[in-house]
Every structure is written in C-alpha cells, then in structure tokens.
C-alpha cells in the first residue's frame, strides 16, 4: 500500500515493520525520495541571519527552513495565502485572502515567529482586498482592490494614511522604494504609475502602454524594474526623468511572463521569474541579468515547474524560489544548487505502482518524469524523461517488463522497465486537461489508454498498432444501438447532456458503452 505526503511517497507495509527506518511514520516501510525542502509555498522570503528562508501558505502556514539540512526547524500557525517582509527584515506580514467578509492580517516578529497583532477591518468588495507590499519599518501596508484603488494603511490601528484610484480595472502589483516614500504601481489597463503616497501630489504614469505583472526598485532607488506579461522584455526605467534605460532580454525564449523581480544589494544584477512554456518544452525559469551589461548571467529551472515569486539572501549571495513543491537555492557566484540534492519528484505525484512481482515501484508526476524504484531499498533506478510535460498516468505489464505513461505531450510511451529505453511513443489524448487512464490486459498483449476526450484506445503492445478505438457516448449508447432512441427519449437528461457535451451516464453512472471505429 502506498500514500502520497505531497511529493515524498511512504509505502507502508500490511502487517507490521519490523527495522524500518526509526523517522518513518508509524507501520511505514519504506520512504522514496528525502523530504528536503518539500512544500507547497506561495510566498518566500530569506531572513537576515542568511541561513534560514520562511515559507508561507495558506493551508501549511508559516515554515522556517534551515539551509544547511534543509529541513524545518520551526513552524507557526497561520492563515498565510500572501506574506511580505518589511525591509529591514523585522516583520512578517500574512494576509488570509479566503476571509472574504473582512480583510485578516497577522503580524509577526520575523526572527521567531512571535505573533505581534491580529489586524481586522470589514470589507464590502466581491474580490478580497490584496496585500501588495510593507513599508521599509513594517509599520504601513499598500493594498489593492479589483477596482484599480491603491490605499496605505497603518497597520496598528488599520487607519487609512491615503488612498488613490488609479485604473478601472484591477492592480497587478506594488513596489516600494527603499526609502518609503514612492510606490511604483501597474494596473490592468497596462499602466505604471509613480505615487509619492505621502503627499499631494497625484501619480504619474511612465512608460509604453503594456501590461506590467512584476516590479522592483533598485537599492538606491534611482531605477525600477518591470517585467511585462507576454512580453520580449524587461524594461528599466529612471525614476527621476521616467525615460526607459535599458531593455533585458533572453535571448532563448521569444516572449516572458515577469511575475516577480528583485535586484541584488549592489543593484549589479536583476533576477526575474519566467513563467512562459513554449511548445516544445518548458522555459519556465529564473532569469538573471547583468544590469550594466544587459548580459544573461544565469538561467535557472526545474522540468515541469513554473516559479511565481523569488527571494534573495541579505548578503546577495543566494537566490531561492518555490518551484513545483520544492523549494530550490542556488548561488549566484556559482550558478549552482547549494545544499544536499533533493532526491525524487519535485511536483505532484499522479500514480504509484507496484509491479506484480512486487520488486518494482513506478511513480508519474507534473514534474515531467516517471520513475522506477526499487521496492526493496527505495532507490531510484530509473527517470523517464517526457520532455518537460507532465505525466498523468502510468501502468507496468503483468510480466513487469514494460511501463506505460501517459503524458501532456500528446503521447502514450511504451518503455522497458530494465533499462528504460522507450519501445514505442503512440498517439496520446492531447497537450491539454490533465485527466489520464492506463492499463495492461492480464495477458499483457492489449495496453488500454484513456483521456479527457472520451477516447479509449486499445493497443498491440507487441506491435505499437492501434487495434481498436471507442469514442465513449455518455448516454450509454453507439451507433446501432435499437435502445438509443428509446434511452434518449424517456431520459431528458441524458439527451441534453449528450448533445451539449458529446455523452452521459446511464444506469445510475454504472454504465458507459461506446461507439467503435475499428
């Protein structure tokens, strides 16, 4: 038996352990993969100390990871979908965005995770108020609305200190300057603007007229940064005159998705996140530049993964992202991971399957690979690469000497379970949806292949020919059926289903019968 712990796998035996590993949950037998630095995060951030990086989300709360093991050293409760450190790196601020009757922030001292004060305030908007950024002294934080309004509040007292409506639609994002006293915001009607908050002065807006995801100011706070979204480039621009600077580009993918941006300490080097996948495989990444130069100094990524936010150390020296549901660091003097390698998936794992003999363990996960493990000692034996699309499902033949996967490339591979050298790529169920089906017949001379159109396909596994094909009617009819009419007749339902999504269920949804084109 075996139980999925988000991306580590825990097979546990049927009767009791006995010698197990002594930090297994209780009755486990077996661990595939380590646990290091494995969460789901939607916010990061480094503390000062540069050897602990905080993770935040909404259903994991508060993580405080340690660098040099990679494990948590300290968790705390907290409702923490978004999370924002104030620059001098003594607060933490958590917004639960699901409280949809009331704004709900927590704050904390950042260094151990001591609460400070809960800070509530009703609110009428159908969309939740976002936190976007903290001032330099934790004390203000910038929220936005669906909107397009942009207000300052105290975080004490949850006062308004000002407030600016600055588009008809929605804000992307907000960026303070180090000294506090500029916003720099971008809007859903492909505006940036500069708001000096403080005063009376109205924003004004710079730049071309483009959607703006990401934003950073540069440490002495002369630049911003802004990344676009389906855009060729990053764009610097001087805050004083407004004039566009410098253009960043990668000179590998044609279009980038800037979701998030941070400038390291000396404002020598930008890294950005890149969101965009091309066809052909994943380009998904972090990107870091030299800003002077406009020279790509490095290129991060993780198959199947798509980054959204970024942290950088204090000291400049190591840049983290949440990527799939790990947590990765790299070195920016190096370009290299730091810290143990993480074993096993990186992503969501689909399947987990035993071989009949029981010596095999084959897995498929988002992070574009099957595996095969050793069912005896948990060690990975093989990883069956899909070109940076995710793999939805997988099967091994009675015999265990194949295994199937099917994956968003559009194909159904057929490999040796020995080796791990594909035998055949069939024609799969599509680059889209995500729901998959597989299965070996007892005699293992018929793979069965299923997926979100309705398609089931049967296949000569000695051969790679297709012997049959099903286009299954959800109204439990084919072709030739003398019960069609009368099915579809004396249930409503399942004519209206039928005709609007192609079939439906009946019997009470235990039968599905399809239409064949042999």
């Not at 009376?200 to 934003?215: E, F, S, T, W, Y």
């Not at 018929?446 to 398609?455: E, H, P, R, Y």
Request: a neutral charge; hydrophobic letters at 40%.
């Amino acid at each position: 038996m075996a139980f999925l712990f988000g991306t580590a796998i825990v097979a546990f035996a049927l009767a009791s352990a006995v010698g197990g590993p002594p930090d297994l949950p209780g009755h486990a037998s077996l661990q595939l993969g380590d646990s290091q630095f494995r969460t789901e995060a939607t916010d990061l951030v480094f503390l000062r100390d540069n050897k602990t990086i905080v993770s935040a989300s909404w259903r994991q709360g508060l993580k405080y990871w340690d660098l040099a093991s990679g494990h948590v050293r300290l968790r705390v409760r907290a409702s923490a979908e978004r999370m924002r450190m104030s620059a001098d790196g003594r607060r933490l601020v958590t917004q639960d965005t699901y409280d949809r009757g009331n704004t709900s922030l927590q704050i904390f001292d950042a260094d151990d995770g001591t609460r400070i004060a809960n800070v509530k305030w009703p609110s009428t908007e159908i969309f939740p108020v976002v936190l976007q950024a903290v001032t330099n002294d934790g004390m203000a934080g910038d929220f936005s609305d669906h909107d397009g309004r942009v207000c300052v509040r105290d975080l004490a007292t949850a006062r308004a200190l000002n407030q600016r409506g600055l588009a008809q639609r929605g804000v992307e994002h907000v960026a303070v300057s180090p000294d506090g006293a500029i916003l720099a915001i971008s809007t859903d009607s492909n505006e940036i603007f500069l708001w000096e908050w403080q005063s009376d002065k109205p924003p004004v807006a710079i730049g071309p007229q483009r959607r703006n995801l990401g934003l950073a100011f540069s440490p002495d706070g002369k630049h911003l940064a802004a990344g676009g979204d389906s855009k060729k480039d990053v764009q610097i621009f001087n805050v004083e005159t407004h004039a566009l600077e410098r253009s960043l580009r990668d000179p590998n993918a044609r279009f980038l998705r800037v979701d998030d941006l941070v400038f390291t300490p000396d404002g020598k080097e930008l890294a950005a996140v890149n969101g965009i996948a091309l066809v052909r495989g994943f380009v998904a990444g972090i990107l870091v530049w030299d800003v002077e130069t406009g020279a790509l100094k490095h290129r991060f990524t993780v198959s199947g993964a798509h980054p959204r936010r970024l942290a950088l150390s204090a000291d400049g020296k190591l840049l983290a992202a949440p990527m799939g549901e790990t947590l990765h660091i790299w070195s920016l003097a190096t370009g290299q991971p730091i810290g143990s390698q993480t074993t096993g998936h990186t992503t969501g794992i689909n399947t987990v399957i035993f071989s009949s003999q029981g010596d095999r363990i084959v897995t498929a996960s988002d992070d574009a690979t099957a595996r095969i493990w050793d069912a005896t000692t948990g060690r990975e034996l093989r990883r069956l690469d899909h070109g940076g699309k995710w793999v939805r499902a997988a099967a091994i033949s009675p015999d265990g000497t194949l295994v199937a996967t099917s994956s968003l490339d559009d194909k159904v591979h057929i490999w040796q379970m020995a080796n791990g050298k594909q035998v055949y790529a069939l024609q799969g169920h599509g680059n889209l949806g995500g729901r998959r089906a597989l299965r070996f017949s007892s005699d293992g001379s018929v793979l069965f292949s299923w997926g979100d159109g309705n398609t089931l396909r049967l296949w000569n596994v000695a051969t790679g020919q297709l012997k049959r094909e099903f286009a299954l009617q959800r109204s439990g009819t084919h072709d030739g059926d003398p019960n069609r009419e009368e099915v579809l007749r004396r249930n409503f339902l399942a004519r209206f289903d039928e005709e609007c999504s192609g079939g439906c269920f009946r019997n009470g949804g235990k039968q599905q019968i399809g239409r064949a084109h042999v």
